[in-house]
């Protein structure tokens, strides 16, 4: 019989040795390859961060860094630790790609923008410090509108900015500046983790810091991970990877080594209360607590003791306090609150809802806080959730604060109302209801203790059983001195203490008649399944990281479908599933577009809700059913359409098919848009662009008219100067003329006879001037005609018939004209008008020449080809040139430079418009060495477009 025994503790034993080995990181090639390429990690080591992450004599030590090490031997790399920046620094070579991890690192939104985290490794608590004489600083809330100092870029005091905006702060470099920053009386109090504190505090010998309380906000635990760039995602799963093969061994003795003296450093009453709460206790020794013999296992009385999780947490802060507590025992609930409220008890040990006794009482801290579980029979579906079973019958307890809280829920709830917690339950698995509310550790205990077997936690609710303390208002240093006290004890004892009650029952209902039966069986089992044990936890941390995937993707199918639900229903557009080319469904803004009632609309065709013709003339009928035709071939069909609603108002919607599966069977799903209002303006839209052609036909033609006109305008401004051209141009000839003509009477006279030869020869001498004089004439009759169609010329002929109109007035005024034209050249465009605008250049730099008395007058004009695309004619003089300040006035109508009487302001204005409009070329001007340029850029007459033309 011993030997069964040994066996069977060996077969134990084995199991939890081969559950517990290192499990081999299993990394993929591209995984491999970047350690081979990066066999040298740079890490951040902190100056002063103990006992995590701190340098001590040029050695980087700590929990943080072990851990590190740790996982790089695991990966067969080397660790190079960076000491010198600040925390914020820290963060900005990382962000940089200068460090390639940082060890001690929380995650926040801010953070996660720029750094990818791996698998949270420590949890942490913050503290808060103040100094000595302002103990009741004990909670956030006690700090609001007062001063924190924060490490600059911390967790904490992203948080605190966050979570407390009435919280002001001061910033630090590091935590020896925030402490002798808060030291002197720069703040209020610091936050942060109390090892690290405690230690820095010590080794720098300063007195005056203490810590009150732990932070009560879930919000601000420090959940300590590794932190990599964004852009590094392969590194974050090489150190994830390696995490998952640390075993639970290899983490406790890390944390024993940095943690163990320290996270249960004894507690003393000199620790955390003031001198007069300190005399209160001495003076008042024994506390009268209102206790209740009948919730186990929160509080309860066995065999003439007080037991259970609450009176194990009162005899922890009996032990570092020195109260003593006289338990005075209560029936009920009611019989508690009243032995309160008349004093014949100090505080009332266990109260589930604070509410009730808010009148003549305060609660302490929330201390105990457990989800409320649904407890049915094994052979009941899972629940999914509280709601789905409110139609079933319920056991609970009839003073249970929680049969209010399902009756508002569901009025017609079925309640039987047992009383205690194991009646409840008891009901339950004798099927006399069909669920109960219980907290973990009561459903636990008693499951367990009365062997329920039967019975299981189906699903967790949103609800929770939360315990605190209650005090007579009139008492509040009581107040103050549990709830340091509560705080004060260390997660950890709090677990033990859970821990104890929630599986002592599994010993004392053991049932040794079995137990050789048992031993037997399992040293069988051991033996056959003790290999296929060591190959599951292996695979264990991997099928824990895929079912809390599948938790994820879950509830991520949940948001998609209350998504697409709230989408659908309250989406701007009408939306309608057609099924066989009927309508089985729609949304509320469809009804609103159609006017509708939902019965009314549903199992109706789109012919029916349509006029018998649709715009294109087609029948409505058709067309629709071509359309979903189509959809179902092709998958998406988008049209416009005109809908009929209730009133018989035609309505124009945008209809965008699409074709999907609903249980496996082809629908189509509809998307309708009223675009009614579109298709007004459109409308509107169209008639004001005929409208508008018109009028712009009608504007051109008139803009077309009036430029003829200011050209002519032009052109009769010029004729004076014309004239005076053609006076010139007919002295010498007239006087020719006049003298021939004396000459032959002279001689007639003289001689009575002339000589034949004689008269001859001045005969032609008057006929050549006639012939002259006439082809004048010609010239400037050409020069008044208005051109109607663009003719083929040659350039050199337009500008030399220009200069000969001119030649008599230049040769009066001694001005040289010096000539370098392209013979060859040929233009396609309106000759008269190019002529005008050579003629009106000339006459102009012809009188800036003869105003301000030049010397050694020229005007130079000049051609040549550019690109062998364009003709430029330069027309230069030695004037002077223009003012620059006028320089872009002088193609404006009516600017002149000339007295009102000498000139219009409109010629160089109508030039612009001939050459830039009329002969698609370009005019412009600039000032030279000697005085204004013009160029006309004029677009050449090719040989194959010459042939053309012709």
């Known amino acids: 019989m011993k030997i069964l025994k040994i066996l069977f503790f060996l077969s134990i034993i084995t199991l939890h040795l081969t559950a517990k080995d290192n499990i081999n990181i299993n990394l993929t090639q591209e995984e491999k390859a970047y350690l081979k390429a990066h066999p040298v990690l740079k890490i951040n080591n902190s100056l002063n961060y103990p006992p995590f992450n701190y340098n001590q004599n040029g050695i980087a030590k700590g929990f943080s860094v072990e851990y590190m090490n740790l996982l790089a031997k695991k990966l067969g790399i080397k660790i190079k630790y960076i000491t010198g920046p600040t925390w914020e620094q820290f963060i900005k070579m990382l962000e940089e790609d200068k460090l390639d991890a940082i060890i001690n690192i929380v995650k926040t939104k801010q953070r996660a923008k720029e750094i990818d985290f791996s698998l949270i490794y420590h949890t942490e608590a913050n503290t808060i410090y103040v100094r000595k004489g302002d103990e009741t600083v004990d909670s956030l809330e006690d700090l609001n509108n007062k001063t924190l100092i924060l490490i600059k870029s911390s967790f904490v005091q992203e948080s605190i900015k966050k979570y407390y905006p009435n919280i002001k702060q001061i910033l630090a470099d590091n935590i020896l500046e925030a402490i002798t920053k808060l030291s002197k009386g720069e703040g209020d109090a610091i936050i942060g983790k109390k090892n690290v504190f405690d230690y820095i505090i010590s080794k720098n010998e300063i007195s005056n810091i203490i810590p009150t309380n732990y932070v009560d906000d879930n919000r601000m635990v420090s959940l300590i991970r590794i932190g990599v760039n964004k852009k590094n995602s392969l590194l974050k799963e090489i150190i994830k990877k390696a995490q998952r093969s640390v075993s639970d061994s290899e983490m406790l003795d890390l944390k024993k080594k940095w943690f163990g003296t320290k996270e249960h450093e004894p507690i003393t009453i000199k620790n955390f209360l003031t001198k007069d709460e300190i005399n209160y206790i001495s003076k008042r020794k024994v506390f009268r607590v209102c206790t209740r013999k009948d919730i186990r296992p929160i509080e309860f009385k066995e065999n003439g003791l007080y037991k259970g999780i609450v009176i194990d947490i009162l005899n922890q802060i009996s032990d570092f306090t020195d109260m003593r507590f006289d338990f005075v025992e209560t029936n009920s609930w009611d019989e508690a609150k009243l032995f309160l409220k008349r004093g014949r008890c100090d505080f009332i040990s266990t109260v589930a809802n604070g509410n009730e006794v808010i ?43 929680f049969i209010p809280l399902l009756k508002a829920i569901n009025p017609g709830i079925k309640i039987l109302k047992t009383k205690s917690h194991r009646k409840s339950l008891e009901a339950v698995s004798l099927g006399e209801a069909y669920f109960a509310l219980e907290a973990l550790p009561i459903a636990s205990y008693y499951i367990s203790k009365y062997s329920m077997k039967n019975l299981y936690i189906s699903r967790y609710t949103g609800m929770s059983y ?38 002592i029952s599994f010993e004392t209902i053991f049932d040794f008649t079995y137990f050789w039966e048992i ?111 189509r959809t179902l071939k092709k998958g998406v069909t988008n049209f416009e359409w005109i809908l009929t609603n209730k009133d018989m108002e035609n309505i124009w919607v945008e209809i965008v098919f699409t074709a999907i599966e609903i249980e496996n069977k082809k629908v189509i799903h509809a998307v309708i848009r009223d675009i009614t209002k579109r298709k007004l303006l459109e409308q509107e839209l169209e008639d ?42 007919w002295r010498q000839p007239l006087s020719a003329i006049s003298a021939t003509t004396n000459n032959l009477i002279l001689k007639m006279i003289i001689d009575e006879k002339v000589d034949k030869e004689y008269f001859d020869k001045e005969l032609k001498l008057i006929t050549d001037y006639s012939q002259y004089l006439s082809s004048t004439i010609d010239d400037f009759r050409n020069f008044f005609k208005s051109d109607k169609e663009k003719i083929v010329f040659e ?31 040929k233009l396609f465009t309106y ?24 010397s050694n007058r020229k005007i130079s004009i000049s051609t040549k080809q550019e690109n062998g695309n364009f003709i430029i ?3 230069s ?43 698609e070329g370009n005019l412009k001007v600039k000032n030279g060495d000697e005085g204004a340029i013009f160029s006309i850029e004029l677009p050449i007459l090719k040989e194959e477009e010459n042939s053309d033309v012709t």
């Open 359 to 401: 009148d003549f009482a305060n609660t302490t801290k929330i201390f105990l806080n457990y989800k409320l579980a649904i407890i049915t029979q094994k052979n009941k579906p899972v629940v999914s959730s509280l709601k789905d079973i409110l139609n079933k019958k319920i056991a609970i307890e009839e003073n249970s604060d």
């Open 466 to 503: 939360s315990i605190n303390m209650a005090i007579n208002k009139n008492n509040e240093k009581l107040l103050h001195i549990l709830n340091k006290s509560l705080s004060m004890i260390p997660k950890s004892q709090y677990r033990e203490i859970l821990n104890k009650w929630t599986t």
């Open 519 to 629: 031993a037997i069986i399992l040293i069988l089992l051991s033996s056959i399944f003790a290999y296929r044990h060591y190959l599951l936890n292996k695979l264990n941390k991997e099928l824990t990281l895929a079912n809390e995937e599948i938790e994820k993707k879950t509830i991520e199918l949940a948001k998609q479908k209350l998504l697409f639900e709230t989408l659908y229903n309250k989406a701007a557009d009408g939306v309608i599933l057609i099924s066989e080319g009927k309508f089985y469904s729609c949304n509320e803004a469809m009804l609103k577009i159609l006017k509708y009632k939902k019965e009314e609309l549903l199992n109706k065709t789109i012919t029916d809700i349509s006029p018998r013709n649709q715009p294109s003339g087609e029948l409505s009928a058709q067309e629709a059913k071509d359309y979903l035709k």
């Open 688 to 729: 004001l662009n005929i409208n508008l052609e018109k009028r712009i036909k009608k504007e051109i033609k008139k803009n077309e008219i009036n430029t003829q006109q200011l050209i002519q305008q032009s052109r009769l401004a010029q004729m004076g100067e014309m004239i005076s051209m053609i006076a010139h141009q």
């Open 795 to 825: 350039l050199k002929d337009i500008i030399e018939k220009s200069l000969s109109m001119i030649k008599t007035s230049l040769d009066a005024r001694s001005i040289i004209v010096i000539k370098n034209i392209d013979s060859k050249c």
């Open 831 to 854: 000759p008269g008008e190019l002529q005008q605008v050579i003629l009106n250049i000339l006459k102009n730099a012809e009188d800036a020449l003869t105003e301000r008395r030049v």
């Open 873 to 875: 004619i330069n027309i």
């Open 877 to 919: 003089d030695n004037g002077g040139g223009i003012k620059e300040a006028i320089l872009d006035k002088i193609f404006d109508p009516y600017f002149s430079t000339k007295n009102k009487r000498d000139g219009t302001g409109l010629g160089l204005y109508m030039s612009k418009i001939i050459i830039n409009e009329h002969c």
